[in-house]
T-cell receptor, first 113, second 112 residues
Framework: DTEVTQTPKHLVMGMTNKKSLKCEQH?????MYWYKQKAKKPPELMFV???????INESVPSRFSPECPNSSLLNLHLHALQPEDSALYLC????????????FGSGTQLSVL | GNSVTQMEGPVTLSEEAFLTINCTYT??????LFWYVQYPGEGLQLLLK?????DKGSNKGFEATYRKETTSFHLEKGSVQVSDSAVYFC???????????FGGGTRVLVKP
């Protein structure tokens, strides 16, 4: 299994909603990542978990809250988002946390109304 | 800091044409270099990589050589197909780091 699986594929939410994005991998990777990608732009790093501990937070607003329940799962909890948060949210994983290639999921396309 | 610059698109080609996408980088030390491809509606897939100077990465007919003297990692393919239409991202990661730095992406459109 060489896949990173993200659910849901599409999500529409209002600014007062609470929702969660989910990511799962079964490759035994010990680092997992959240990226945000706006249309026609490269992905921007949001968070990195290394061995289930948050190692990088790229000054992301607190309305985005990551969680790593175990080494295979990564969640992104969303609350009180703004329309400008609409984007493709990509999860990725890597075997280690030093200079490794990343495996990406297909993403969740989020629209905030 | 680290940065990656790649040619802006879109690049429009006919099938079987030669493709080159230029990529240059700025980084301290000896980063690993990558090309990722993003097909419409999908996430990113690793296309190829090189981890040290003069390494050549290759996959699916694409090639790129790590040139430290020119700080470049240009992507080439000798004969493109319609199915190669996608956005291509050049990226680097420091040897001891876990943060991937992307270029701006180059959209390639191959017409039959």
């Amino acid at each position: 299994d060489t896949e990173v699986t993200q659910t849901p594929k599409h999500l529409v939410m209002g600014m007062t909603n609470k929702k969660s994005l989910k990511c799962e991998q079964h490759m035994g990777h010990r680092a997992m990542y959240w990226y945000k990608q706006k249309a026609k732009k490269p992905p921007e790093l949001m968070f990195v978990y290394s061995y289930e501990k948050l190692s990088i937070n790229e000054s992301v607003p607190s309305r985005f809250s990551p969680e790593c329940p175990n080494s295979s799962l990564l969640n992104l909890h969303l609350h009180a988002l703004q329309p400008e948060d609409s984007a493709l949210y990509l999860c990725a994983s890597s075997q280690g946390d030093k200079g490794q290639k990343l495996f990406f999921g297909s993403g969740t396309q989020l629209s905030v109304l | 800091g680290n940065s990656v610059t790649q040619m802006e698109g879109p690049v429009t080609l006919s099938e079987e044409a030669f493709l080159t996408i230029n990529c240059t980088y700025t980084a301290t030390g000896y980063p690993s270099l990558f090309w990722y491809v993003q097909y419409p509606g999908e996430g990113l897939q690793l296309l190829l990589k090189a981890t040290k100077a003069d390494d050549k990465g290759s996959n699916k007919g694409f090639e790129a050589t790590y040139r430290k003297e020119t700080t470049s990692f240009h992507l080439e393919k000798g004969s493109v197909q319609v199915s190669d239409s996608a956005v291509y991202f050049c990226a680097l990661i420091r040897a001891a780091g876990n943060k991937l730095t992307f270029g701006g992406g180059t959209r390639v459109l191959v017409k039959p």
